[in-house]
């Protein structure tokens, strides 16, 4: 869990406020919190990722996230989206704030919903092992995420709902290979290879009560595994 790089599940030491949110209405509560929050807040400050020393953040060109080579980049494009919200500003000033956020922030505020949503249904299932530096390699940490059947929408999001494992093993592989490479591998990986097709909506809503904070089985507290 110290090597991964996105959703970083917490230990149960670092969850004391699942006690007071762990409850139907605190549970909705951080459902549309992390659907709207989770996806500026990562590029912002890093939420939910890989800790760093010192302030990692997407926009700060020091930041730990980022080798020496990057700094130059990161400014450039820290000016490309003050160049971005300057035109958006105009855009705004010259029809109105409600035309640009119908056209412009809803199907912004959708696209990033989804994306928070995917993720989270393809890092989060109760039967996912997780490790911790003693036992973690490239590998398992690859493996432990879940293919998600999203019925008719797996063809409107590219399948990338129902063939997520075969991106993390191979990551430059383009979208409309997926599938066939999904095929390929299931019989290699076995059981190693986990796949979930209860209803989209039934299971965010009992990940997100259930998958909380991991914890080592019992008698297995120094294996390294939760």
Known sequence: MEYDEVW?????????????????????????????????????????????????????????????????????????????????????????????????????LVMKTHFVFFVFLHHNHSSLPHYDSREWDWIQGALSIVDRDYKIFNRVFHDVTCSHVVHHLILVIPHYHTMEATKAIKPILGDYYKYDDTPILEVFWKEKKNCIYVEPDEGAEDSGVY
């Open 8 to 108: 970083i599940l917490k230990r149960k030491a670092s969850t004391f406020y699942s006690k007071i949110l762990n409850n139907p209405l605190g549970n909705l509560f951080m459902t549309f919190v992390r659907l709207l929050l989770s996806f500026p807040m990562y590029f912002t400050f890093n939420i939910h990722y890989c800790e760093y020393n010192g302030f990692a953040s997407h926009f700060y060109p020091n930041s730990p996230i980022f080798n020496d080579s990057k700094h130059k980049q990161i400014w450039l494009s820290d000016a490309g989206m003050l160049a971005g919200f300057y035109a958006l500003y105009k855009i705004a000033a010259a029809t109105s704030e409600t035309w640009l956020f119908c056209i412009y922030g809803v199907p912004l």
